[in-house]
């Protein structure tokens, strides 16, 4: 297949849409499907330069509904979040062109530029990473947006939650309780919503492919969930990522480490376990969605089995480590 044929399989109201949006002179001769996201249509479009050389952009499109909501909502918020970080030092694509309501486009879709690296979800290397991503997510939090995006919505409740089987009927019925509660109160921070190690894109070397040493965090994507709510929220989201990726102790490493890079969570213990376990309460009920990607992207071991035990142990762990 070559460029041309590769770039006739974008929709054609998409491509002319994406084509106005390009610099002057240039012409889309390339498009290769992204893969890893679980909720859109990612593709890679290659961008044929006045100069003859190529630039690459990425073309994000809602092709069907999704649980966190409306596309048109989802495109907003992610090309909001997108504007507020320009110029701020976080690693955030450049908003280029939105068409959340499909006026032009055959689906909803965003624009963006391309950012180097790639994700790492592999074991090696692990202890490195892992205070880098806690040292990027306290830099997201440090944005102070002019306009603060919608606040976070919690859509688990103790009614949906999905203990696995096998799992201990009184730990999951006490981390339930926990969330029966009112949400504390809270210091309101820009959250991404999704933070975890398939957002953050490495810079790999050659000769460490698997970033033990001299990586560097050259992305972070997806902004799709971005909202306003405290910090506990994104760092129990990522806690819960490791864990199921990892083990149950890196998701409690992850909590040390964004504490030790200078982040803040709730001061009380009962406050920071309520936002701790609502996470991974949430987790339960879908399992099966969340460790197929992480299986097409190589983790084969990562079964929804091997997932269901791996989420009882942290909210075990979690419920221990209150004592």
């Known amino acids: 297949m070559n460029h041309h044929d590769e770039a006739a399989t974008l929709r054609p109201l998409t491509l002319a849409w994406a084509c106005r949006h390009l610099e002057a002179g240039e012409r889309i001769v390339g498009a290769v499907a992204l893969h890893g996201g679980a909720t859109a249509d990612m593709r890679r479009l290659a961008i044929g330069t006045r100069d003859g050389g190529t630039r690459h952009l990425v073309l994000r499109s809602f092709v069907g509904p999704t649980r966190q909501g409306p596309a048109e909502d989802l495109l907003r918020r992610e090309a909001d979040a997108l504007t507020t970080l320009t110029g701020t030092g976080v690693p955030a694509p450049g908003l280029v062109a939105v068409d959340p309501t499909a006026a032009h486009c055959e689906f909803p879709s965003l624009l963006m530029t391309h950012l180097p690296g790639r994700t790492v979800l592999g074991e090696e290397g692990l202890e490195r990473r892992l205070p880098m991503l806690a040292r ?14 919608r606040a976070y919505m919690a859509l688990t409740t103790a009614d949906t939650v999905v203990p696995p089987v096998g799992a201990d009927a009184a730990v999951w019925a006490a981390a339930t309780d926990v969330i029966r509660r009112p949400a504390p109160r809270y210091e309101g921070r820009l959250l991404h919503g999704d933070f975890q190690p398939g957002n953050v894109l490495f810079d790999l070397p050659p000769e460490d492919p ?6 560097r965090i050259t992305g972070v994507v997806d902004w799709a969930a971005a909202s306003w709510g405290p910090a506990d929220l994104d760092v129990a989201h990522c806690s819960t990522n490791l864990a199921l990726l990892h083990g149950p102790a890196w998701g409690l490493r992850f909590t040390e480490a964004y504490q030790e890079a ?3 969570l709730a001061a009380a213990a009962d406050e920071r376990l309520y936002w701790q376990v609502r996470k991974p309460l949430a987790f339960s009920e879908e399992v099966q969605s969340v460790a197929q990607p992480w299986r097409e992207a190589g983790r084969t071991e990562l079964t929804t089995r091997a997932v269901e035990e791996r989420l009882d142990a942290y909210v075990t762990s979690l419920m221990n480590a209150l004592g």
């Open 136 to 149: 990027q997510l306290v830099a997201v939090h440090a944005v102070r947006p002019t306009v603060r995006p």
């Open 210 to 215: 698997a970033g033990a040493a001299n990586a």
């Open 262 to 264: 200078g982040g803040m």
